[in-house]
Every structure is written in structure tokens, then in C-alpha cells.
């Protein structure tokens, strides 16, 4: 069974960094792409960052460019998404979802998701 586990979240002050941990069991990692989304209170889900299959390829939101890094290691089966310069407009619940595809998109076709995790970003 595909199953993604999403760790590392918590509360941060404004500034501050995080970095997001997505984990993977039962299947074959290296064959699919891999996205980070968040969802706000009272928001719709958006398309955070994501990566290609190879890891060669990344895509960011505008509203993270800059502050955000994601990659990942193929040997973990693991995807990482390092946070600085968090913001309180960053405070949501981050999921990650696997997609059986090189490419990878901001937006909703992915096929697998995480159950989330909370990043609150106050002071």
C-alpha cells in the first residue's frame, strides 16, 4: 500500500525556518514526482513547491520563490522542503502527494497524498 508521511512541522516565529520531511513506503520512489501543497484556514489548497522524478527539475509558488528549497534523496525515498524566512501568511497545514509522472505541476493531479502537517508561524 502507497502510503506518504509528512513530518516536521511546528511553531516558528516570523523569520524563522523549518524544514518539511516527506516520507515514502510501497512503491518505487524514483518513479514519480513529488509536490508540496499547504492549506490555510478558509483557503483553498495551493501548490507550494515540487520536483521531477530525477530530482532534476523544481517549481515554486511566487509566494515562496526565494525562500523555499525542495529536493530529494531517491536512496531514503524522501523528499525535503527547507523553509526560511517563514511568514505568518505561511502558517498552514503542508501536505506532500506523489505523482507516477517525470514532470511535476502545481497543480491537483497527483494521485497519492500525506495526511499533513501543521507549520505556525507567530510570534
Known amino acids: 500500500q502507497l502510503q506518504l508521511v509528512e513530518s516536521g512541522g511546528g511553531l516558528v516565529q516570523p523569520g524563522g525556518s523549518l524544514r518539511l520531511s516527506c516520507a515514502a513506503a510501497?512503491?518505487?520512489?524514483?518513479?514519480?514526482?513529488i509536490g508540496w501543497f499547504r492549506q490555510a484556514p478558509g483557503k483553498e489548497r495551493e501548490g507550494v513547491s515540487c520536483i521531477s522524478s530525477s530530482g532534476g527539475s523544481t517549481n515554486y509558488a511566487d509566494s515562496v520563490k526565494g525562500r523555499f528549497t525542495i529536493s530529494r534523496d531517491n536512496a531514503k525515498n524522501t523528499v525535503y522542503l527547507q523553509m526560511n524566512n517563514l511568514e505568518p501568511d505561511d502558517t498552514a497545514i503542508y501536505y506532500c502527494?506523489?505523482?507516477?509522472?517525470?514532470?511535476?505541476?502545481?497543480?491537483?493531479?497527483?494521485?497519492?497524498w500525506g495526511q499533513g502537517t501543521q507549520v505556525t508561524v507567530s510570534s
Open positions: 502527494a506523489a505523482r507516477r509522472f517525470r514532470q511535476c505541476v502545481l497543480t491537483y493531479e497527483y494521485d497519492y
Open positions: 510501497g512503491f518505487t520512489w524514483d518513479y514519480y514526482a
